[in-house]
């Protein structure tokens, strides 16, 4: 596990992305590893005597999501994700996705059945003092989380020494990915730190420049 911030780790168990760990009122982790990580990320969490007590999904793909059913049953965290992203995590929507994406989600899944979620989140909100932020784009429903100044923004776009886009193929809607970029760095962030991606401070000035790279 790294230390980003007082209250704030990443896990390196979770496979392809990151999850992330806040350490506030309620232990939260972010995130919950491909399918078939959940033992990782679980003995993880164990080796460093932390109980998580809620999980909260960025979005329904299998890296985030995959690990989140075991995670729920060996700790009983209650699992959290935005209403909007509901069609894409119960797969009523996967029918509509175009085929590479719905040919990924299958075979990532491994036959794992829809992923548990006890409590679905409405727009922007806060939960234990962790604000939820829409931002819709990479998929429907997709939603970053800020905590003492810093983003964990799954996939809206990649960390880094220089901050990107998510690779379009497996970007939904790009036009509204951008706009939430947008809306991101209007918030005049700190620190970032995405799934595929190091975490990064001086995040405003990293997300202007990327910004400015479709002005
Ligand atoms: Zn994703």
Redesign the pocket.
Known sequence: MDRIGPDLLRLIGGGF?APHLIMGDVPTLVDAGTAGRGPTIERELRASGIRIERIILT?G?P??AGGSDHLRRVTGAEVCASLAERPLIDRSGWPSLPRLRRGLMKAMFRGTPPPTVDRWLEGATTVNGIDVIPTPG??PGHIVLAWEGWLLA??AFVSGQRFRE?PWP?TIDRLSARRSIEMLLSRAPRGASS?HGRPAERASERLQVLVESWR
Do not use: L, N
Request: hydrophobic content about 15%; cysteine-free; overall charge negative.
């Open positions: 992305a979005h793909d890296d985030h990479h998929t799954g996939d998510s497996f799934s």
